[in-house]
């Protein structure tokens, strides 16, 4: 499936979200007997782990269709790297969306400069570089912080290789957006 036609289903199906029109395609115990022996989802959701935030639910997909990386913050690793590498090369996606959230607690924990033990100061010192970008920008800090996560993150995996040799050949597309909590549209930013 073509990036474009990618991303219009997942706009798509966060409209049937947002409209209480959920068709619950391909959760049927004969798409699951369809799909046991391979994989071919159209798009990878690099998304945060926050509970409100479910991949399949708010774009109404089903088995086999997301291939979902879920972390706090969504942000990047070598080993979240390897696994969109995969989609990309291994399983034919031709679409990357990077999903941040309103009001995200990652971002919120880094705005604060929060001294937090343990490892969460790894996500807080990924997401640090995203607020200080927003720091000098007008308006609600946090919010801004979030937007500027996204595309971050975006740079991030655009101008990782292999990825952005499969960017630059136009095999993959990689596209940042953010979930609003209060009514759950998903915003194409960049
Ligand atoms: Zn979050």
Do not use: W
């Not at 990036?3 to 049927?28: C, F, M, P, W």
């Not at 269709?65 to 070598?78: E, P, Y």
């Not at 720091?135 to 500027?148: F, H, Q």
Request: with cysteine.
């Amino acid at each position: 499936m073509k990036a474009d036609h990618a991303l219009e289903k997942l706009i798509a199906g966060n409209q049937r979200y947002v409209t209480h029109q959920l068709v619950h395609h391909h959760q049927s115990s004969s798409r699951m007997r369809a799909i046991a022996t391979g994989q071919h989802p159209f798009a990878v959701i690099l998304g945060c782990a926050d509970s409100r935030v479910p991949p399949e639910i708010i774009f109404d997909q089903g088995l086999g269709d997301l291939f979902v990386i879920r972390v706090a913050g969504n942000i990047l690793d070598d080993a979240i790297l390897g696994s969109i590498e995969y989609a990309a090369e291994e399983l034919g996606t031709s679409l990357v969306l990077v999903l941040g959230h309103e009001r995200c607690g990652a971002v919120a924990a880094t705005v604060k400069h929060a001294d937090i033990p343990g490892h969460i100061s790894t996500l807080l010192n990924a997401i640090q570089p995203a607020v200080d970008r927003a720091k000098d920008e007008p308006g609600d800090l946090l919010d801004n912080a979030v937007r500027a996560n996204i595309q971050l993150v975006v740079e991030q995996l655009k101008s990782s290789m292999p990825v952005a040799e499969l960017v630059q050949h136009s095999r993959l597309k990689i596209v940042g957006a953010q979930y609003k909590l209060d009514c759950g549209t998903v915003e194409v930013l960049f």
